[in-house]
Protein backbone atom coordinates (compact mmCIF):
# COMPACT_ATOMS: atom_id res chain seq x y z
CA UNK A 1 0.00 0.00 0.00
CA UNK A 2 2.97 2.41 0.16
CA UNK A 3 3.98 2.37 -2.89
CA UNK A 4 0.81 3.66 -3.69
CA UNK A 5 1.80 6.99 -2.16
CA UNK A 6 0.85 10.33 -4.29
CA UNK A 7 3.57 12.99 -4.80
CA UNK A 8 0.91 16.22 -4.12
CA UNK A 9 1.97 19.46 -2.46
CA UNK A 10 3.01 19.22 0.94
CA UNK A 11 2.29 22.44 3.03
CA UNK A 12 6.04 23.02 3.15
CA UNK A 13 6.61 22.44 -0.99
CA UNK A 14 3.83 24.94 -1.51
CA UNK A 15 5.43 28.32 0.37
CA UNK A 16 7.38 29.17 -2.91
CA UNK A 17 4.14 29.53 -4.74
CA UNK A 18 3.74 32.28 -2.89
CA UNK A 19 6.60 34.10 -3.89
CA UNK A 20 5.24 32.92 -7.71
CA UNK A 21 2.33 34.79 -6.85
CA UNK A 22 4.03 37.66 -6.19
CA UNK A 23 6.29 37.46 -9.20
CA UNK A 24 2.90 37.31 -11.45
CA UNK A 25 0.87 39.75 -10.10
CA UNK A 26 4.16 42.19 -10.47
CA UNK A 27 4.48 41.23 -14.34
CA UNK A 28 0.56 41.46 -14.83
CA UNK A 29 1.30 44.91 -13.20
CA UNK A 30 4.17 45.88 -15.58
CA UNK A 31 1.94 44.87 -18.79
CA UNK A 32 -1.15 47.37 -17.15
CA UNK A 33 1.76 49.72 -17.21
CA UNK A 34 2.55 49.04 -20.89
CA UNK A 35 -1.14 49.45 -21.40
CA UNK A 36 -1.51 52.59 -19.49
CA UNK A 37 1.55 54.15 -21.56
CA UNK A 38 -0.32 53.61 -25.22
CA UNK A 39 -3.40 54.55 -23.68
CA UNK A 40 -1.93 57.90 -22.55
CA UNK A 41 -0.43 58.16 -25.93
CA UNK A 42 -3.97 57.27 -27.67
CA UNK A 43 -5.64 60.24 -25.41
CA UNK A 44 -2.67 62.62 -25.54
CA UNK A 45 -3.18 63.08 -29.72
CA UNK A 46 -6.84 62.42 -30.07
CA UNK A 47 -6.69 65.76 -27.92
CA UNK A 48 -4.40 67.57 -30.77
CA UNK A 49 -6.53 65.88 -33.20
CA UNK A 50 -9.64 67.32 -31.68
CA UNK A 51 -8.63 70.90 -31.71
CA UNK A 52 -7.42 70.72 -34.92
CA UNK A 53 -10.97 69.13 -36.40
CA UNK A 54 -13.07 72.06 -34.01
CA UNK A 55 -11.03 74.52 -35.63
CA UNK A 56 -11.85 73.13 -39.35
CA UNK A 57 -15.19 72.60 -38.68
CA UNK A 58 -15.91 75.90 -37.21
CA UNK A 59 -15.39 77.15 -41.04
CA UNK A 60 -14.52 74.46 -43.70
CA UNK A 61 -13.96 76.67 -46.47
CA UNK A 62 -11.82 79.10 -44.70
CA UNK A 63 -9.84 76.32 -43.35
CA UNK A 64 -9.73 74.52 -46.39
CA UNK A 65 -9.21 77.75 -47.94
CA UNK A 66 -5.47 78.10 -46.65
CA UNK A 67 -2.92 75.49 -48.91
CA UNK A 68 -1.06 74.53 -45.98
CA UNK A 69 -4.53 73.20 -44.19
CA UNK A 70 -5.88 71.47 -47.03
CA UNK A 71 -2.58 69.61 -47.68
CA UNK A 72 -2.01 68.60 -44.43
CA UNK A 73 -5.63 67.13 -43.92
CA UNK A 74 -5.15 65.05 -47.47
CA UNK A 75 -1.55 64.16 -45.78
CA UNK A 76 -2.88 63.24 -42.37
CA UNK A 77 -6.47 60.90 -43.50
CA UNK A 78 -4.30 59.42 -45.99
CA UNK A 79 -0.93 58.64 -44.12
CA UNK A 80 -1.92 58.94 -40.19
CA UNK A 81 -4.68 56.86 -40.09
CA UNK A 82 -3.02 53.58 -41.16
CA UNK A 83 -0.34 54.48 -38.63
CA UNK A 84 -3.03 54.56 -36.51
CA UNK A 85 -4.03 50.94 -37.42
CA UNK A 86 -1.04 49.41 -36.96
CA UNK A 87 -0.68 50.90 -33.99
CA UNK A 88 -3.99 49.43 -32.55
CA UNK A 89 -3.19 46.14 -34.05
CA UNK A 90 0.19 46.32 -32.33
CA UNK A 91 0.25 43.69 -29.33
CA UNK A 92 0.56 45.36 -25.49
CA UNK A 93 3.03 43.91 -23.39
CA UNK A 94 4.54 40.77 -25.46
CA UNK A 95 7.06 40.83 -23.48
CA UNK A 96 4.58 40.30 -20.44
CA UNK A 97 3.39 37.50 -21.84
CA UNK A 98 6.34 35.66 -22.69
CA UNK A 99 7.53 35.98 -18.35
CA UNK A 100 3.52 34.67 -17.82
CA UNK A 101 4.43 31.91 -20.04
CA UNK A 102 8.09 31.32 -18.62
CA UNK A 103 6.09 31.07 -15.17
CA UNK A 104 3.83 28.60 -16.08
CA UNK A 105 5.95 25.29 -16.04
CA UNK A 106 6.29 26.30 -12.30
CA UNK A 107 2.24 26.55 -11.54
CA UNK A 108 0.73 23.73 -10.01
CA UNK A 109 -0.79 21.69 -12.68
CA UNK A 110 -4.16 19.69 -13.15
CA UNK A 111 -3.54 17.05 -10.53
CA UNK A 112 -2.06 19.54 -7.62
CA UNK A 113 -5.62 20.80 -8.06
CA UNK A 114 -7.28 17.70 -7.54
CA UNK A 115 -5.41 16.68 -4.88
CA UNK A 116 -6.11 19.82 -3.08
CA UNK A 117 -10.48 19.63 -3.94
CA UNK A 118 -9.62 15.98 -2.67
CA UNK A 119 -7.95 17.16 0.47
CA UNK A 120 -10.76 19.84 1.54
CA UNK A 121 -13.75 17.21 0.49
CA UNK A 122 -11.59 14.50 3.00
CA UNK A 123 -11.45 17.05 5.36
CA UNK A 124 -15.07 17.31 5.20
CA UNK A 125 -16.12 13.53 5.47
CA UNK A 126 -13.34 12.81 7.30
CA UNK A 127 -14.62 14.76 10.49
CA UNK A 128 -18.61 14.63 9.42
CA UNK A 129 -18.12 18.72 9.07
CA UNK A 130 -21.30 20.53 7.82
CA UNK A 131 -20.35 22.15 4.10
CA UNK A 132 -21.74 25.86 5.01
CA UNK A 133 -19.13 26.06 7.90
CA UNK A 134 -15.80 24.95 6.15
CA UNK A 135 -16.97 27.70 3.19
CA UNK A 136 -16.88 29.92 5.53
CA UNK A 137 -13.72 29.22 7.41
CA UNK A 138 -15.40 27.59 10.26
CA UNK A 139 -13.40 24.15 10.31
CA UNK A 140 -14.54 21.47 13.49
CA UNK A 141 -16.35 24.46 15.27
CA UNK A 142 -12.84 26.91 14.73
CA UNK A 143 -13.49 30.05 12.87
CA UNK A 144 -10.58 30.70 10.55
CA UNK A 145 -9.74 33.80 9.24
CA UNK A 146 -10.39 32.46 5.93
CA UNK A 147 -13.41 31.89 3.30
CA UNK A 148 -14.15 30.25 0.00
CA UNK A 149 -15.08 32.67 -2.87
CA UNK A 150 -17.85 31.41 -5.39
CA UNK A 151 -15.46 30.12 -8.17
CA UNK A 152 -13.36 27.91 -5.69
CA UNK A 153 -16.32 26.29 -4.36
CA UNK A 154 -17.03 26.11 -8.35
CA UNK A 155 -13.56 24.14 -8.73
CA UNK A 156 -14.45 22.05 -6.22
CA UNK A 157 -17.93 20.78 -7.37
CA UNK A 158 -16.53 20.19 -10.85
CA UNK A 159 -14.34 18.02 -9.03
CA UNK A 160 -16.53 16.24 -7.76
CA UNK A 161 -18.90 15.70 -10.41
CA UNK A 162 -15.97 14.28 -12.39
CA UNK A 163 -15.18 11.78 -10.39
CA UNK A 164 -18.54 10.85 -10.64
CA UNK A 165 -19.39 12.39 -6.91
CA UNK A 166 -22.94 14.33 -8.01
CA UNK A 167 -24.61 13.74 -5.16
CA UNK A 168 -21.86 16.02 -3.31
CA UNK A 169 -21.27 17.94 -5.90
CA UNK A 170 -24.65 19.34 -4.92
CA UNK A 171 -24.55 19.90 -1.88
CA UNK A 172 -21.17 22.16 -2.52
CA UNK A 173 -22.63 23.52 -5.18
CA UNK A 174 -25.76 24.80 -3.90
CA UNK A 175 -23.81 27.06 -1.82
CA UNK A 176 -22.57 29.09 -4.52
CA UNK A 177 -26.16 30.35 -4.98
CA UNK A 178 -25.79 31.64 -1.52
CA UNK A 179 -22.60 33.10 -1.93
CA UNK A 180 -21.24 36.20 -3.70
CA UNK A 181 -20.07 35.97 -7.01
CA UNK A 182 -16.41 37.51 -5.97
CA UNK A 183 -13.29 36.02 -7.61
CA UNK A 184 -9.93 37.99 -8.55
CA UNK A 185 -10.65 37.87 -12.66
CA UNK A 186 -12.42 40.05 -14.78
CA UNK A 187 -15.83 39.17 -15.58
CA UNK A 188 -15.17 38.46 -19.22
CA UNK A 189 -13.27 35.31 -18.05
CA UNK A 190 -14.40 34.59 -14.92
CA UNK A 191 -16.80 32.09 -14.02
CA UNK A 192 -20.60 32.82 -15.07
CA UNK A 193 -23.76 32.30 -13.86
CA UNK A 194 -24.80 30.57 -16.22
CA UNK A 195 -21.60 27.79 -16.31
CA UNK A 196 -22.61 27.41 -12.27
CA UNK A 197 -26.31 26.67 -13.20
CA UNK A 198 -25.48 24.04 -15.64
CA UNK A 199 -22.73 22.56 -13.52
CA UNK A 200 -25.64 22.10 -11.23
CA UNK A 201 -27.73 20.95 -13.27
CA UNK A 202 -25.49 18.27 -14.53
CA UNK A 203 -24.98 17.35 -10.63
CA UNK A 204 -28.66 16.57 -10.16
CA UNK A 205 -28.84 14.71 -13.61
CA UNK A 206 -25.66 12.30 -12.77
CA UNK A 207 -27.78 12.30 -8.74
CA UNK A 208 -30.78 11.06 -10.79
CA UNK A 209 -33.16 14.23 -9.72
CA UNK A 210 -34.18 14.50 -13.81
CA UNK A 211 -36.98 17.47 -12.68
CA UNK A 212 -34.25 19.65 -10.74
CA UNK A 213 -31.95 19.05 -13.35
CA UNK A 214 -34.23 20.05 -16.44
CA UNK A 215 -35.57 23.23 -14.31
CA UNK A 216 -32.04 24.55 -14.09
CA UNK A 217 -31.20 23.52 -16.86
CA UNK A 218 -34.08 25.76 -19.11
CA UNK A 219 -33.07 28.37 -16.83
CA UNK A 220 -29.47 27.97 -18.31
CA UNK A 221 -31.48 28.26 -22.20
CA UNK A 222 -33.00 31.24 -20.69
CA UNK A 223 -29.64 32.90 -20.09
CA UNK A 224 -28.42 31.95 -23.31
CA UNK A 225 -31.02 30.73 -25.52
CA UNK A 226 -28.75 30.08 -28.83
CA UNK A 227 -26.54 27.57 -27.06
CA UNK A 228 -26.95 24.72 -28.68
CA UNK A 229 -25.15 22.09 -26.37
CA UNK A 230 -28.09 23.78 -23.75
CA UNK A 231 -30.58 22.61 -26.17
CA UNK A 232 -28.93 19.29 -26.84
CA UNK A 233 -28.69 18.44 -22.87
CA UNK A 234 -32.34 19.99 -22.38
CA UNK A 235 -33.42 17.30 -24.86
CA UNK A 236 -31.15 14.25 -23.01
CA UNK A 237 -32.74 15.01 -19.88
CA UNK A 238 -36.22 14.98 -21.42
CA UNK A 239 -35.67 11.77 -22.53
CA UNK A 240 -34.14 10.44 -19.22
CA UNK A 241 -37.42 11.35 -17.13
CA UNK A 242 -39.62 9.15 -19.59
CA UNK A 243 -36.77 6.33 -18.56
CA UNK A 244 -36.84 3.88 -15.41
CA UNK A 245 -34.69 5.00 -12.65
CA UNK A 246 -31.26 3.50 -12.73
CA UNK A 247 -31.17 1.48 -9.38
CA UNK A 248 -27.60 1.32 -8.52
CA UNK A 249 -26.18 4.73 -8.34
CA UNK A 250 -22.56 5.18 -8.99
CA UNK A 251 -21.84 7.22 -6.16
CA UNK A 252 -19.32 5.47 -4.43
CA UNK A 253 -15.86 5.02 -4.41
CA UNK A 254 -13.21 2.34 -4.22
CA UNK A 255 -12.15 4.29 -1.48
CA UNK A 256 -15.24 4.63 0.36
CA UNK A 257 -14.59 1.74 2.50
CA UNK A 258 -11.28 3.42 4.38
CA UNK A 259 -12.60 6.62 4.56
CA UNK A 260 -15.66 5.12 6.11
CA UNK A 261 -13.12 3.29 8.69
CA UNK A 262 -10.91 6.69 8.75
CA UNK A 263 -14.22 8.73 10.43
CA UNK A 264 -14.79 6.23 12.73
CA UNK A 265 -11.31 6.21 13.53
CA UNK A 266 -10.40 9.45 13.64
CA UNK A 267 -13.27 10.72 15.62
CA UNK A 268 -12.70 13.38 18.04
CA UNK A 269 -15.01 12.06 21.05
CA UNK A 270 -12.52 8.92 20.67
CA UNK A 271 -10.83 7.68 23.50
CA UNK A 272 -8.12 5.60 24.56
CA UNK A 273 -8.23 2.72 26.72
CA UNK A 274 -8.49 3.87 30.77
CA UNK A 275 -6.28 2.96 33.16
CA UNK A 276 -2.82 2.77 31.96
CA UNK A 277 0.17 4.43 33.05
CA UNK A 278 3.29 7.30 32.89
CA UNK A 279 6.64 5.65 33.65
CA UNK A 280 10.55 5.94 33.41
CA UNK A 281 12.50 3.44 30.83
CA UNK A 282 15.55 2.49 32.76
CA UNK A 283 16.72 -1.04 31.15
CA UNK A 284 16.28 -1.34 27.49
CA UNK A 285 19.76 -0.15 27.70
CA UNK A 286 22.24 0.51 30.16
CA UNK A 287 22.74 3.75 28.92
CA UNK A 288 19.49 4.40 30.02
CA UNK A 289 20.03 3.83 33.81
CA UNK A 290 22.07 7.47 33.04
CA UNK A 291 19.35 9.34 31.28
CA UNK A 292 16.04 7.15 31.44
CA UNK A 293 12.81 8.03 28.67
CA UNK A 294 9.76 8.95 29.78
CA UNK A 295 7.22 6.85 28.40
CA UNK A 296 2.95 6.53 28.47
CA UNK A 297 1.51 4.11 27.80
CA UNK A 298 -0.88 4.36 24.69
CA UNK A 299 -2.51 1.23 24.94
CA UNK A 300 -1.54 -2.68 25.74
CA UNK A 301 -3.29 -5.22 23.07
CA UNK A 302 -1.33 -4.35 20.98
CA UNK A 303 1.25 -2.32 22.56
CA UNK A 304 1.79 0.84 21.73
CA UNK A 305 3.71 3.47 23.70
CA UNK A 306 4.47 6.86 23.41
CA UNK A 307 7.54 8.58 24.70
CA UNK A 308 8.07 12.16 25.39
CA UNK A 309 10.89 14.90 24.68
CA UNK A 310 12.73 11.86 22.67
CA UNK A 311 13.75 14.68 19.70
CA UNK A 312 15.20 18.35 20.90
CA UNK A 313 13.67 21.79 19.30
CA UNK A 314 17.12 21.88 17.24
CA UNK A 315 16.96 18.72 16.46
CA UNK A 316 13.93 18.99 15.01
CA UNK A 317 14.81 22.17 13.11
CA UNK A 318 17.58 20.41 11.98
CA UNK A 319 15.77 17.73 9.78
CA UNK A 320 12.63 20.01 8.97
CA UNK A 321 15.51 22.45 7.11
CA UNK A 322 17.32 19.46 5.73
CA UNK A 323 13.99 17.77 4.65
CA UNK A 324 12.10 21.23 3.12
CA UNK A 325 15.27 21.73 0.65
CA UNK A 326 15.37 18.28 -0.68
CA UNK A 327 11.70 18.38 -1.56
CA UNK A 328 11.88 21.75 -3.27
CA UNK A 329 14.37 20.82 -5.22
CA UNK A 330 12.54 17.45 -6.03
CA UNK A 331 9.81 19.28 -7.31
CA UNK A 332 11.52 21.62 -9.60
CA UNK A 333 14.23 19.15 -11.48
CA UNK A 334 12.46 16.30 -11.96
CA UNK A 335 8.50 16.88 -11.89
CA UNK A 336 7.29 13.57 -10.66
CA UNK A 337 5.04 12.21 -11.81
CA UNK A 338 1.64 12.50 -9.94
CA UNK A 339 -0.39 8.95 -9.70
CA UNK A 340 -3.91 10.96 -8.92
CA UNK A 341 -6.01 7.52 -9.08
CA UNK A 342 -5.34 6.44 -5.51
CA UNK A 343 -4.77 9.12 -2.70
CA UNK A 344 -3.82 6.57 -0.23
CA UNK A 345 -1.71 8.69 1.17
CA UNK A 346 -1.45 12.45 -0.06
CA UNK A 347 2.33 14.19 1.38
CA UNK A 348 5.53 14.63 0.46
CA UNK A 349 8.86 12.64 1.74
CA UNK A 350 12.39 12.46 1.55
CA UNK A 351 14.53 9.72 2.92
CA UNK A 352 17.24 10.62 5.46
CA UNK A 353 20.20 8.14 5.39
CA UNK A 354 21.00 7.87 8.84
CA UNK A 355 25.11 7.44 8.52
CA UNK A 356 24.82 10.11 6.84
CA UNK A 357 24.84 13.03 9.32
CA UNK A 358 26.09 13.05 13.01
CA UNK A 359 22.72 13.84 14.20
CA UNK A 360 21.13 10.84 12.27
CA UNK A 361 23.50 8.73 13.86
CA UNK A 362 22.48 9.89 16.98
CA UNK A 363 19.00 9.81 16.60
CA UNK A 364 19.35 5.99 15.65
CA UNK A 365 21.09 5.06 18.93
CA UNK A 366 17.99 7.48 20.81
CA UNK A 367 16.35 4.70 18.81
CA UNK A 368 18.59 1.75 20.14
CA UNK A 369 17.73 2.74 23.40
CA UNK A 370 13.92 3.24 23.02
CA UNK A 371 13.22 -0.28 21.25
CA UNK A 372 16.06 -2.31 22.20
CA UNK A 373 16.66 -3.37 18.73
CA UNK A 374 19.22 -3.27 16.39
CA UNK A 375 19.15 -0.89 13.55
CA UNK A 376 21.96 -2.48 11.35
CA UNK A 377 19.14 -3.35 8.86
CA UNK A 378 17.01 -0.81 8.93
CA UNK A 379 15.82 1.86 6.34
CA UNK A 380 16.45 5.21 6.11
CA UNK A 381 14.45 7.72 7.96
CA UNK A 382 11.05 9.16 6.05
CA UNK A 383 10.58 12.21 6.90
CA UNK A 384 7.02 13.24 6.00
CA UNK A 385 5.21 16.45 5.11
CA UNK A 386 1.34 16.51 4.70
CA UNK A 387 -0.57 18.15 2.18
CA UNK A 388 -3.85 20.26 2.24
CA UNK A 389 -6.59 18.01 3.78
CA UNK A 390 -3.13 14.96 3.66
CA UNK A 391 -3.88 11.98 5.37
CA UNK A 392 -2.48 8.15 4.71
CA UNK A 393 -5.27 5.84 4.79
CA UNK A 394 -5.36 2.48 6.93
CA UNK A 395 -2.55 0.05 6.52
CA UNK A 396 -0.59 -2.37 7.70
CA UNK A 397 3.50 -1.39 7.96
CA UNK A 398 4.87 -4.87 7.66
CA UNK A 399 5.03 -7.34 3.98
CA UNK A 400 3.90 -10.01 5.60
CA UNK A 401 6.70 -11.82 3.73
CA UNK A 402 6.17 -14.91 6.39
CA UNK A 403 3.32 -15.73 4.32
CA UNK A 404 3.49 -14.00 1.16
CA UNK A 405 6.47 -16.00 -0.55
CA UNK A 406 6.02 -13.92 -3.89
CA UNK A 407 7.32 -10.77 -2.04
CA UNK A 408 10.17 -12.97 0.01
CA UNK A 409 12.70 -12.89 -2.44
CA UNK A 410 13.52 -9.24 -1.60
CA UNK A 411 13.81 -10.01 1.61
CA UNK A 412 17.66 -10.50 1.90
CA UNK A 413 18.05 -7.46 -0.19
CA UNK A 414 15.95 -5.46 2.47
CA UNK A 415 16.51 -6.83 5.90
CA UNK A 416 13.06 -8.75 6.19
CA UNK A 417 10.04 -7.62 7.47
CA UNK A 418 9.11 -4.29 9.08
CA UNK A 419 8.89 -5.67 12.66
CA UNK A 420 8.29 -2.52 13.99
CA UNK A 421 7.50 1.58 13.50
CA UNK A 422 9.08 4.51 15.28
CA UNK A 423 7.01 7.25 14.38
CA UNK A 424 9.02 10.50 15.37
CA UNK A 425 6.27 13.61 15.57
CA UNK A 426 8.10 17.18 14.10
CA UNK A 427 5.22 18.92 14.72
CA UNK A 428 1.87 19.72 16.61
CA UNK A 429 -0.96 19.96 14.55
CA UNK A 430 -2.98 22.75 15.29
CA UNK A 431 -6.40 20.41 14.00
CA UNK A 432 -6.59 16.94 13.04
CA UNK A 433 -3.63 15.03 12.16
CA UNK A 434 -3.90 12.36 14.74
CA UNK A 435 -2.56 8.69 14.33
CA UNK A 436 -5.35 6.61 14.64
CA UNK A 437 -5.44 2.88 15.22
CA UNK A 438 -8.84 1.51 13.98
CA UNK A 439 -8.84 -2.03 14.89
CA UNK A 440 -7.03 -1.14 18.34
CA UNK A 441 -9.00 1.66 18.91
CA UNK A 442 -5.95 3.88 19.83
CA UNK A 443 -5.99 7.54 18.90
CA UNK A 444 -2.60 9.86 19.14
CA UNK A 445 -2.39 13.80 18.63
CA UNK A 446 1.01 14.41 17.14
CA UNK A 447 3.06 16.69 19.76
CA UNK A 448 6.66 17.85 18.58
CA UNK A 449 9.44 15.89 20.02
CA UNK A 450 7.68 12.92 20.89
CA UNK A 451 7.58 9.31 19.43
CA UNK A 452 5.09 6.57 19.03
CA UNK A 453 6.46 2.37 18.90
CA UNK A 454 4.68 -0.27 17.93
CA UNK A 455 5.55 -3.51 16.93
CA UNK A 456 3.94 -4.93 13.66
CA UNK A 457 4.64 -8.50 13.62
CA UNK A 458 3.44 -10.90 16.52
CA UNK A 459 6.00 -13.15 18.07
CA UNK A 460 5.85 -15.59 15.60
CA UNK A 461 7.12 -13.15 13.02
CA UNK A 462 3.83 -12.75 11.31
CA UNK A 463 1.50 -9.66 10.40
CA UNK A 464 -0.40 -8.20 13.35
CA UNK A 465 -3.42 -7.51 12.41
CA UNK A 466 -4.29 -5.06 15.54
CA UNK A 467 -1.27 -2.77 14.64
CA UNK A 468 -3.37 -1.21 10.99
CA UNK A 469 -3.35 2.31 11.51
CA UNK A 470 -4.06 5.29 9.47
CA UNK A 471 -2.90 9.31 9.94
CA UNK A 472 -6.05 11.24 10.17
CA UNK A 473 -6.83 14.24 7.43
CA UNK A 474 -4.96 17.21 8.67
CA UNK A 475 -7.59 19.62 9.24
CA UNK A 476 -5.09 22.82 9.91
CA UNK A 477 -1.45 23.27 10.57
CA UNK A 478 2.02 22.02 8.58
CA UNK A 479 2.07 17.98 9.83
CA UNK A 480 5.68 16.37 10.09
CA UNK A 481 6.34 13.14 11.10
CA UNK A 482 9.26 10.95 10.39
CA UNK A 483 9.37 7.03 10.43
CA UNK A 484 11.74 4.64 11.38
CA UNK A 485 10.73 1.26 9.92
CA UNK A 486 12.35 -1.78 12.09
CA UNK A 487 13.18 -4.93 10.38
CA UNK A 488 13.35 -8.13 11.30
CA UNK A 489 16.73 -9.73 10.29
CA UNK A 490 19.19 -8.36 12.33
CA UNK A 491 16.68 -8.94 15.50
CA UNK A 492 16.93 -12.93 15.40
CA UNK A 493 18.90 -12.07 18.96
CA UNK A 494 17.46 -9.68 20.34
CA UNK A 495 13.59 -9.68 19.39
CA UNK A 496 11.91 -9.65 22.91
CA UNK A 497 9.41 -12.07 23.24
CA UNK A 498 5.69 -10.48 23.94
CA UNK A 499 3.61 -11.87 25.95
CA UNK A 500 1.23 -14.29 23.94
CA UNK A 501 -2.10 -12.71 23.95
CA UNK A 502 -4.93 -15.68 24.57
CA UNK A 503 -5.39 -18.01 21.85
CA UNK A 504 -7.32 -15.79 19.59
CA UNK A 505 -4.91 -13.88 18.26
CA UNK A 506 -5.44 -12.41 14.61
CA UNK A 507 -2.94 -13.81 12.01
CA UNK A 508 -3.10 -13.46 8.00
CA UNK A 509 -3.28 -16.12 5.79
O1 LIG B 1 1.77 10.19 9.96
C1 LIG B 1 1.22 9.36 10.66
O2 LIG B 1 0.52 9.67 11.63
C2 LIG B 1 1.36 7.89 10.31
C3 LIG B 1 2.42 7.62 9.30
C4 LIG B 1 2.51 6.16 8.95
O3 LIG B 1 1.69 5.40 9.27
C5 LIG B 1 3.66 5.66 8.17
O4 LIG B 1 4.46 6.47 7.71
O5 LIG B 1 3.76 4.43 7.99
FE1 LIG C 1 2.29 3.32 8.83
Given amino acids: EEQKSTHSLSVVTMVPLVNLEEKLIDNLEEYAKAMDHKLQNIRRNIQKMRTENKKAQLDAIGYLSNPLNGFSLVRRLHQDWAGWR ?94 SQESFLPAEISVKEVEFLKLLALAHKGNQSFPNALALMESCLKLRPHDADLVRKCREIEELMGTPLNATLKDEKKSYLSLKEMAIA ?102 GDMTGFDLQSSESYQVINYAIGGHYGPHYDFFNFSTDHSKRKNDYRTGGDRIATVLFYLSDVEQGGATAFPTARYIVYPRAGTALFWHNLDTEGNGDLLSRHTACAVISGSKWVMTEWIRERSQIFIRPCLPRKNTTSPRLG
Fill in 266 to 367: CNVTLKNPAGLHCFYNFNTTSFLRLAPLKVEQVGLHPQVLLYHEVLSPREITSIIRIATQRMKVAKTTNKVKTNSKTHYRTAKYHWIVKEMTKLGRRIKRRI
Fill in 86 to 179: QYMEQPVGASKIRNLDNLRSRLPCKEDLHDACEGLVRIQGNYELNITDIIRGKLQGRQHNASMSAIDIFAVGNYLLNTSRPASAIQWLQEVVIH
